[in-house]
């Protein structure tokens, strides 16, 4: 998977993006700011460092909103279409795992439990926010 190259794009493809590579990490957020953004009781997630990701079309359409320092949210202004969140704290941007299509997602964790609106007993580890070495609490919380 290292060298592999995945495309994505936004809802109306004016908005298209590759990233090539292996992402830095996979899982699930459960934050209010992702569930809120999303429309959704979770949201997959895939790490990557900015630069393995390259806009193929549609620079010119993107717009970023920022609700906190630590999330900036990129979508499509055309279609409103979301696609990525720069993280400039981690020094990684999240594309959502949906945007990747051919990507074989594997989540290793789930993020913000402790805010979590929808249980899921996946045996994987759950963080009540983040992992210490990506600056939360590392507190980790029953499945």
């Known amino acids: 998977?290292?060298?592999?190259?995945?495309?994505?794009?936004?809802?109306?493809?004016?908005?298209?993006?590759?990233?090539?590579?292996?992402?830095?990490?996979?899982?699930?957020?459960?934050?209010?700011?992702?569930?809120?953004?999303?429309?959704?009781?979770?949201?997959?997630?895939t790490l990557w460092e900015p630069a393995s990701l390259t806009i193929t079309a549609g620079e010119d359409q993107i717009a970023t909103y920022c609700k906190t320092d630590q999330s900036?949210?990129?979508?499509?202004?055309?279609?409103?279409?979301?696609?990525?969140?720069?993280?400039?704290?981690?020094?990684?941007?999240?594309?959502?795992?949906?945007?990747?299509?051919?990507?074989?997602?594997?989540?290793?964790l789930h993020v913000h439990y402790g805010e979590k609106v929808l249980s899921i007993p996946d045996g994987l580890t759950k963080f009540n926010d983040m992992p210490a070495d990506l600056g939360g609490s590392g507190t980790e919380l029953p499945d």
């Open 72 to 108: 900036h949210r990129k979508f499509c202004t055309s279609c409103g279409g979301h696609l990525m969140t720069d993280h400039p704290q981690m020094g990684l941007v999240d594309i959502y795992a949906a945007m990747l299509p051919d990507l074989d997602f594997q989540p290793a």
């Open 1 to 45: 998977m290292s060298d592999q190259t995945y495309h994505g794009s936004c809802f109306c493809g004016k908005v298209a993006f590759s990233v090539t590579g292996a992402p830095a990490g996979m899982g699930y957020c459960h934050c209010l700011s992702c569930r809120t953004w999303s429309a959704a009781p979770v949201n997959a997630f």
